[in-house]
């Protein structure tokens, strides 16, 4: 069975841009969640999606939205980027919730 | 919200040594987590252990749920075991992984 897959794996933007990272999860699983991880805030969760609908919300600015379709496969976006959304965004699926939770390999943001 | 605390921060371990990660947290939880990151940024699912005690190989991992605490051991560790160690757990209240700071482990030849 494919793993949780993720695009693009590397990503140079510009402050102002915006970005989309798209996450494939395993085939069957129902929910994705995304993270962000940096040196100095470590992992932090963003937004969970369970049957197309986002049920949990990390503490982060509404620059950062996301969507989940019919087939599992879900969407991150960040509009107006700033240098500090510089990370590694990492996104993972479970079967259902409060299941094990397996990761994506990343997609790594720089911001200039 | 539940805090979750590992330690040791850093390990730096000779090849063939054995070792103990220490992950506390301050709420029931029912979804505990152990991953391996690697160089490269994967997290590697290693355990899915909210309670009691699971082996695959040289690892082995034990979760006291009641005392709010679990363990990672690595036994004969290998170099390619280095990397950061994550413990995340998940609670009816919190509905997502919380993450602790990590161990960093560093196994030399």
């Known amino acids: 069975k494919a793993g949780v897959t993720q695009t693009p794996r590397y990503l140079i933007k510009t402050r102002g841009q915006q970005v989309t990272l798209s996450c494939s999860p395993i085939?069957?699983?129902?929910?994705v969640s995304w993270y962000q991880q940096t040196p100095g805030q470590g992992l932090q969760f963003l937004f969970e999606?369970?049957?197309?609908?986002?049920?949990n919300k990390g503490n982060f600015p509404g620059r950062f939205s996301g969507r989940q379709f019919s087939n599992s496969r879900s969407e991150m976006n960040v509009s107006t980027l700033e240098l500090g959304d510089s990370a590694l965004y990492l996104c993972?699926?479970?079967?259902?919730?409060?299941?094990?939770?397996?990761f994506g390999p990343g997609t790594r943001l720089t911001v200039t | 919200g539940i805090q979750v605390e590992q330690s040791p921060p850093d390990l730096i371990l000779q090849e063939g040594a054995n070792s103990t990660l220490r992950c506390n947290f301050s709420?029931?939880?029912?979804?505990l987590q152990w991953f391996h990151q690697n160089p490269w940024g994967q997290l590697i699912n290693l355990f899915y252990?909210?309670?009691g005690t699971k082996q695959n190989g040289r690892l082995s991992a034990t979760t006291v749920a009641t005392e709010r605490y679990s363990l990672l051991y690595i036994s004969s560790s290998q170099t390619t075991d280095s990397g950061v160690y994550f413990c995340?757990?998940?609670?009816?209240?919190?509905?997502?992984?919380?993450f602790g700071t990590g161990t960093r482990l560093q196994v030399f030849p």
């Open positions: 993972a699926s479970s079967l259902a919730l409060f299941y094990e939770q397996y």
């Open positions: 252990i909210p309670s």
């Open positions: 709420d029931s939880v029912n979804n």
């Open positions: 995340a757990v998940e609670t009816y209240n919190t509905d997502k992984l919380i």
């Open positions: 085939s069957g699983h129902r929910s």
């Open positions: 999606y369970f049957s197309e609908t986002q049920r």
